[in-house]
């Protein structure tokens, strides 16, 4: 087991791939009561197009389907996996995202059991065309109930906008007429190539033993036999530079119109530590450009064009990256302008000034560091990273090595009229 000092964080980290190409990553923690644990794959939405395991040619499943197999992860044969964990007072969950799929679990008492009842669920799969058929009905449920929000319909707009091809363009849940079509073939078919152990991440965050813990791990994985791991690859259709469309409408029973404005990054083909620099100084560049410490934010303000809804925020990934911006507002029009207009003077490297960037970094490494006190936020953060060839306990001296030139250089991946567009949510009554 490999011992990972971060002697400037004060923290150690315990790493071991197993045999079956398992990685385990264990933080402890002490004084903390509690222990979160995910077992996550890397694989989520957009892996719609591959080559299955023992296949050649790839096949696209149905939208949704990553999502829809984290649901039916927790139904057996023998009933409820959810029942297991509140039998020993652990509160269990599991999310989708575009990349990933997360179970996890946490506990002040019984983490060993939880941590078994983690890794044998995940790897025991059971779907009938029965239980899912049932489940369709529970999906499209939760498809139509966020179909009626406001902001997630703002949020996947801006980002349909975006992108002409990628299917990070799609609801991670997918839609009713997708996931109808999905089978349990289906299923085992998904699960067969990307819950490999290879191609997953164990990290434990907690009150724990390492060696305890890892000894446990390594037993429970070493009774269980898996094929050879697969050689992955899904497949994805060469996305333009420029967004698909320049704006959108739609109508909802909300008070107050609604905006996004887009930005659609260029540079998205980065790993490690150099992915790590540029998402840092990006969200930097937004904040010396957006924040609500900017003159930018004081003067909407006063203004009245926005309220506390106000947000900004990157996202990357492997094969896409985007910034939204935008707020509720009683004058859309005037919202939109006043946030192209700060694109268009950011143009000038001048509004990047030194004394900014380093009150934005200090302010950043503050909030990080606040961060590592939510084994929330260490778990779910740290596979993130990983899975992206990065490390979350680089970012503060990565932030610290970042100067005016780094954050201007950045930020040129979202500058470009071709790569902005506009979404927005307006009441009803607006309607001509």
């Known amino acids: 087991m490999q011992k990972i000092e971060f002697n400037q964080l004060d923290e150690t980290l315990y790493y071991k791939q197993l045999d079956n190409g398992l990685d385990v990553y264990i933080l402890p923690k002490k004084g903390f009561s509690k222990t979160y644990v995910t077992f996550t794959t890397n694989y989520g939405s957009i892996d719609r197009t591959f080559i299955p395991i023992g296949e050649s040619e790839p096949i696209t499943v149905p939208d949704g389907i990553a999502h829809f197999l984290e649901h039916k992860m927790f139904e057996k044969e023998e009933g409820d996996v959810f029942q297991k964990f509140s039998e020993v007072g652990a509160q269990a969950n599991a999310f989708t995202s575009f990349t990933r799929t997360a179970y996890l679990f946490s506990a002040t008492d019984h983490i060993y059991k939880s941590t078994e009842t983690l890794l044998d669920f995940v790897q025991s799969p059971y779907f009938t065309e029965a239980t899912v058929e049932k489940e369709k009905g529970i999906i499209g449920q939760e498809i139509t109930m966020y179909d009626d929000l406001p902001d997630w319909r703002l949020?996947?707009?801006?980002?349909?906008?975006?992108?002409?091809?990628?299917?990070?363009?799609?609801?991670?849940a997918g839609t009713i007429e997708s996931i109808d079509k999905i089978t349990a073939d289906h299923l085992y078919t998904c699960y067969n190539t990307f819950y490999h152990p290879s191609n997953m991440l164990l990290f434990v965050v907690g009150?724990?033993?390492?060696?305890?813990?890892?000894?446990?791990?390594?037993?429970?994985?070493?009774?269980?036999?898996?094929?050879?791991?697969?050689?992955?690859?899904?497949?994805?259709?060469?996305?333009?530079?420029?967004?698909?469309?320049?704006?959108?409408?739609?109508?909802?029973?909300?008070?107050?119109?609604?905006?996004?404005?887009?930005?659609?990054?260029?540079?998205?083909?980065?790993?490690?530590?150099?992915?790590?620099?540029?998402?840092?100084?990006?969200?930097?560049?937004?904040?010396?450009?957006?924040?609500?410490?900017?003159?930018?934010?004081?003067?909407?303000?006063?203004?009245?064009?926005?309220?506390?809804?106000?947000?900004?925020?990157?996202?990357?990934?492997?094969?896409?990256?985007?910034?939204?911006?935008?707020?509720?507002?009683?004058?859309?029009?005037?919202?939109?302008?006043?946030?192209?207009?700060?694109?268009?003077?950011a143009e000038d490297c001048a509004l990047f000034t030194t004394e900014d960037v380093e009150r934005i970094k200090?302010?950043?490494?503050?909030?990080?560091?606040?961060?590592?006190?939510?084994?929330?936020?260490?778990?779910?953060?740290?596979?993130?990273?990983?899975?992206?060839?990065?490390?979350?306990?680089?970012?503060?001296?990565?932030?610290?090595?970042?100067?005016?030139?780094?954050?201007?250089?950045?930020?040129?991946?979202?500058?470009?009229?071709?790569?902005?567009?506009?979404?927005?949510?307006?009441p009803v009554s607006e309607r001509k």
């Open 362 to 426: 200090r302010k950043r490494i503050g909030y990080f560091l606040r961060a590592l006190n939510s084994l929330e936020f260490i778990a779910n953060q740290f596979t993130r990273y990983k899975f992206n060839e990065m490390n979350l306990f680089d970012v503060v001296p990565t932030i610290e090595q970042l100067t005016v030139t780094d954050i201007q250089e950045a930020f040129t991946s979202l500058q470009g009229e071709e790569q902005q567009t506009v979404f927005k949510v307006l």
């Open 155 to 172: 949020y996947f707009g801006a980002i349909e906008n975006m992108y002409q091809h990628h299917p990070v363009k799609i609801d991670i």
């Open 207 to 345: 009150g724990v033993d390492p060696v305890e813990m890892m000894s446990l791990i390594e037993a429970n994985q070493s009774k269980k036999e898996f094929p050879e791991p697969p050689t992955l690859e899904s497949l994805f259709d060469e996305e333009p530079a420029a967004v698909a469309m320049k704006e959108r409408e739609i109508f909802m029973a909300v008070q107050k119109p609604k905006v996004y404005v887009g930005l659609k990054a260029k540079t998205v083909d980065l790993v490690g530590n150099d992915m790590l620099k540029h998402e840092l100084a990006v969200m930097i560049a937004l904040e010396c450009l957006f924040g609500r410490a900017s003159s930018f934010y004081m003067d909407i303000y006063e203004q009245g064009i926005i309220d506390e809804s106000y947000a900004y925020d990157f996202s990357l990934e492997k094969g896409f990256g985007f910034a939204l911006i935008g707020s509720d507002t009683n004058n859309a029009e005037k919202l939109i302008q006043a946030i192209k207009n700060r694109l268009k003077e």
